[in-house]
């Protein structure tokens, strides 16, 4: 008799994971809808609190805020203007040394193409041992030029 419920029992087992088996399969399509269905649910009210609080850093619709929330959003505002400044300085940081690093090679180029040419580069400073001061000549003049009658200013 033991034996004989034993195989009822296993029988009944059989029959609800048969079941339990076979009504999980026969809905997939629906649960992955309702799942899809939930997540965008969730999602659309994502979305709407992010417009809501996309206005009010705008400055829209801030009557309707309390003291606490207008000081979380200048705080916001500070932290995000001074991430913005940090960024800004950086990017300008960021080209000054790409402007000196093409500066130098310029430089070294020039240097070398002078050498080439046997010349000794022009605009560059004098070699340290040599202090002498060149005198250039100008066609400019300050003063009362009497062969044009006007005063010239540079």
């Not at 994971?17 to 399969?25: D, H, I, M, N």
């Not at 309707?64 to 300008?92: D, G, M, P």
């Not at 020039?110 to 001061?133: A, D, Q, T």
């Amino acid at each position: 008799m033991n034996q004989f419920f034993s195989i009822q029992k296993t029988i009944k087992r059989y029959a609800e994971y048969k079941g339990e088996y076979f009504v999980a399969e026969s809905h997939p399509t629906e649960q992955y809808v309702q799942g899809l269905k939930k997540e965008m649910v969730t999602m659309v009210e994502k979305i709407e609190m992010l417009e809501v609080h996309n206005q009010k850093l705008m400055g829209k619709s801030l009557a309707f805020c309390s003291l606490k929330e207008l000081q979380e959003i200048a705080t916001q505002i500070e932290k995000s203007l001074h991430i913005v400044r940090s960024r800004k300085a950086k990017l300008y940081e960021d080209e000054v040394e790409k402007l000196k690093a093409k500066g130098r090679e310029l430089k070294d180029e020039r240097v070398r193409l002078s050498g080439r040419v046997g010349e000794e580069p022009s605009g560059m400073p004098m070699p340290s041992g040599s202090k002498e001061k060149e005198d250039v000549e100008t066609d400019l003049s300050i003063g009362f030029r009497p062969d044009l009658n006007i005063l010239l200013v540079p």
